[in-house]
């Protein structure tokens, strides 16, 4: 065995540089990372600009049939469809930004939520939220009612799932909250998430295939750790014992989009630390939500990777409202600022235990932002970089049309703000309970509704891993258990 291994060392080791500098040259670190993150950005500005264009030509020539079209591109992609409902996986392709190729449970069966329960961890009931998400092939979630949803431990999602929450009012609150953990493909659309505490120490099946053991969680309200093409919009957030969204540990391909948060202090992470070289490779649009009442910081703070924060409304901090450290790229555009009373937070920025002759370097940058009572923003870089004057050929739409932008924010056809839903044990909302057991509706267990495609079989498979990533792995799983390997791969990488 020793002379194939050593052949094959052999082999893999002159083709390891060529693909190394590959890598390099597109500064590429993760599976599903864009090459150039600036035709991303561009995309997104063409795609304002368009839906704004199409509304003011028909607002002046058909004013009747314009009173959907907001400008924002990701609504006007679907909700001018008075049949939107009999036609909801038409929401898949409205993304936009990093995020813009989740598939969520597109082309899956429709799964209708009629148990708003959360008893097992291990068993979870058919027809409750939690045996949905671990299901294996692609599934578009929706619920038969408004419920709230209190969960007994951390809900951990499976690959190419949709949670849709349209057409009903759906709270999900308790115990560990939304987890999404080395997955792909999965889209979050108009629920409240609020109240989520650290839970744990217990089983918790992941798949209809595997359960497995869970320390304690942190307490967010979504944890991104290790996913990628991830899509989160028209959601309510707030009151959360940690973040309210985490995105750690190399994700990617992350657009959070139309959504409201309140009440809480660290609102968004992205980055798992300085140190962490695979985030470099995270790349997350954030888009058209609202930041409000009661927040501190973290709207988001970054480490590493590539940030576009792009037309959001950001009303309320109480220290800063972007922070970060080890150099990410933050590209603020079209954005409204408004700083706070206190004459001390009125920065908008804050590079994080990190002096000024180490950030003076970062891409940092402010276009077409307006920044209200006092607000300012502290860009860095050296100028303007090719990327931004590519990125910025397409001029990004005023914020003076934040107000229409975002007017949508947070959860569909009901309040915005989740201040009002504090809820205890057993509070029950529109006809369903927390904490009920048993099926609300018609009790015949039939939560495979309408069937999308043939038979409903899954036509997506998990995406392969890069053969450059696959390769890597490989040899690092050869060399650390062969003889000093890992120095040895160490200095090749050098």
Known sequence: MFPEACIFLFCFLICVPSFIRAATSLNLTLPNQHPHPEAVVQEVQRRVNVSISRRQLLSISMKDQSQCLTGNPIDDCWRCDSNWANNRQRLADCAIGFGQGALGGKGGQIYVVNDSSDHDTVNPTPGTLRHAVIQDEPLWIVFQSNMVIKLKHELIMNSYKTIDGRGANVQI??????????????????????????????????????????????????????????????????????????????????????????????????????????????????????FGEGLVQRMPRCRRGYIHVVNNDITEWKMYAIGGSGNPTINSQGNRYTAPLDPSAKEVTKRCDTDEGQWSNWNWRTDGDIMVNGAFFVPSGGGFSTQYAKASSVEPKSSVLIDRLTMNAGVLGGARDNSFIMYGGGTTTGGSSSGGGGNSGDGDGDFFGMMFGSGGASTHSSPPTTIFSSLLIILILYLTTNHGGLLLFSSLLL
Not at 191 to 208: A, E, K, L, Q, W
């Open 173 to 290: 609150t308790g115990n560990g909250c939304l987890t999404l953990q080395y997955v792909s493909n999965v889209i979050i659309h108009n629920v409240h998430i609020y109240n989520c505490m650290p839970s744990g120490n217990t089983n918790i099946r992941s798949s209809p295939t595997h359960v497995g053991y869970r320390g304690k969680s942190d307490g967010d309200g979504i944890s991104i750790f290790g996913s990628r093409n991830i899509w989160i919009d028209h959601c309510a957030l707030s009151h959360c014992t940690d973040g309210l969204i985490d995105a750690i540990m190399g994700s990617t391909a992350i657009t959070i989009s139309n959504s409201f948060f309140s009440h809480h202090d660290e609102v968004m992470l992205l980055g798992h630390d300085d140190k962490y070289l695979p985030d470099s490779g995270m790349q997350v649009t954030i888009a058209f939500n609202h």
